[in-house]
């Protein structure tokens, strides 16, 4: 396997690590331990930033070539179907995490918190969508 053939996976491992760290994170602030919170997001933040550079890179890399979806039926509407909302929502996930992470730098806590409340379910969805694309690609077609 070349490098290129390796940075989906290591993508669809970043992208996973992201939704583990999101998740404790949210855990973490549920109840009520902030630095653990604070230490989670903006690990989960230096993945995502990591993931963009590799997923940037292997795009430049392929050149183009992209690799079709191989299932049929109702597989292919759901993939899709997935595939879009994941590519909307992962365009306006950045300036969304960027202005919720300034907001907790800065002290802005209750303007954080109600940012934070559409950011993080956007930012989950994107990161485990977009381990499923993954696997939809590479591993079950």
Same mark, same amino acid.
């Given at each position: 396997?070349?490098?290129?053939?390796?940075?989906?996976?290591?993508?669809?491992?970043?992208?996973?690590?992201?939704?583990?760290?999101?998740?404790?994170?949210?855990?973490?602030?549920?109840?009520?331990?902030?630095?653990?919170?604070?230490?989670?997001? &903006?690990?989960?933040?230096?993945?995502? +930033?990591?993931?963009? *550079? *590799?997923?940037?890179?292997?795009?430049?890399?392929?050149?183009? &070539?992209?690799?079709?979806?191989?299932?049929?039926?109702?597989?292919?509407?759901?993939?899709?179907?997935?595939? +879009?909302?994941?590519?909307?929502?992962?365009?306006?996930?950045?300036?969304? +995490?960027?202005?919720?992470?300034?907001?907790?730098?800065?002290?802005?806590?209750?303007?954080?918190?109600?940012?934070?409340?559409?950011?993080?379910?956007?930012?989950?969805?994107?990161?485990?969508?977009?381990?499923?694309?993954?696997? *939809?690609?590479?591993?079950?077609?």
């Amino acid at each position: 396997m070349t490098f290129t053939e390796s940075l989906p996976t290591l993508n669809a491992c970043l992208n996973g690590t992201a939704t583990i760290l999101l998740t404790a994170g949210f855990i973490f602030i549920k109840t009520g331990h902030e630095k653990s919170h604070r230490a989670c997001m &903006v690990s989960a933040f230096a993945v995502s +930033v990591i993931f963009l *550079f *590799f997923y940037v890179l292997h795009k430049w890399l392929v050149q183009g &070539v992209h690799t079709p979806f191989g299932g049929e039926g109702a597989w292919r509407s759901i993939y899709y179907t997935m595939l +879009v909302t994941h590519i909307v929502l992962a365009i306006l996930i950045v300036p969304l +995490v960027l202005t919720t992470l300034s907001l907790a730098i800065r002290g802005k806590r209750d303007i954080h918190k109600s940012w934070a409340r559409w950011t993080f379910p956007i930012w989950y969805y994107v990161s485990v969508t977009g381990v499923l694309i993954y696997l *939809f690609l590479y591993v079950w077609w």
